[in-house]
């Protein structure tokens, strides 16, 4: 079944019955990827909510810092930290050149190029996400970055090839229709929509908005790295995918710290 296979795949999530990883299967699966995406951003929304309500003191300036840190280590947990890893890859890759890349991704040492993204990755996603918090729409931006990270994974998986001929890349390549895509992103635009006008912070049309163009501006991210990827590896592999969601969702974070449109 493909939702039991892409939560296997994506999450630490408990999932019942067999996972086939057959490529029609993953195919469907990857096409659900930002389904994972907006169950790991509602867990983390829900974290953070409980956590600042018990840490929060009456008359006292509200604590956004440790609330945002949390929230990024449980997204973190809860992909066993995964596409921190790929990206980690992805980046000692770059830093070893093109001719030596793939064999540097499939290294399981950590080189220095894979800590400096590590450290700026999680600076940038716990700054962000600190500032939505304190911008009253802290729960949006996670649920909206988690979906658009997970939707650059499903967009990776229609044309763009294999860098290597095993591996999960090999196994996920071209395995999405350009109309499992569309519907796929259509879906995360809509809920991003709902999500941003309906948000218990206190949504409207303006955060309704801006949350639909943080999933635009976040996906068109995630396209460029795409593009440069393939061109300087060949084709996508797990790595690479790993290091879109990261890179994607971080970007969609960002924006979502923004007041476009002014609040």
Request: one cysteine or more.
């Amino acid at each position: 079944m493909p939702i039991r296979t892409i939560f296997s795949l994506l999450s630490i999530l408990p999932v019942r019955g067999l996972v086939a990883l057959d490529r029609r299967t993953i195919g469907r699966a990857m096409a659900i990827a930002p389904l994972v995406g907006l169950t790991l951003g509602v867990i983390t929304a829900l974290t953070v909510t409980i956590l600042r309500i018990f840490i929060t003191q009456p008359g006292q300036p509200v604590e956004t810092l440790l609330p945002a840190a949390v929230g990024i280590a449980t997204l973190a947990g809860l992909t066993r930290g995964l596409h921190l890893d790929g990206l980690a890859d992805v980046a000692d890759g770059f830093g070893a050149g093109q001719d030596r890349a793939l064999a540097a991704m499939r290294d399981s040492r950590l080189g220095a190029f894979g800590v400096l993204a590590l450290v700026f990755a999680v600076l940038v996603q716990v700054g962000a996400l600190s500032l939505t918090i304190s911008e009253h729409r802290g729960t949006v931006s996670i649920v909206v970055a988690a979906m658009t990270g997970r939707l650059a994974a499903t967009l990776a998986c229609v044309h763009a090839p294999a860098a290597h001929p095993t591996g999960l890349g090999a196994l996920v390549a071209r395995t999405v229709a350009p109309w499992q895509a569309a519907c796929s992103g259509a879906a995360v635009v809509a809920v991003a929509a709902l999500a941003g006008r309906f948000d218990v912070d206190g949504g409207d049309a303006g955060g309704a908005l801006r949350a639909v163009t943080a999933v635009a501006v976040g996906t068109v991210a995630g396209w460029l790295l795409r593009r440069f990827l393939v061109r300087y590896l060949g084709g996508i592999t797990g790595d690479v995918l790993g290091a879109l969601v990261e890179v994607t969702a971080t970007v969609t974070l960002v924006f979502m710290t923004l007041n476009i449109p002014p609040a």
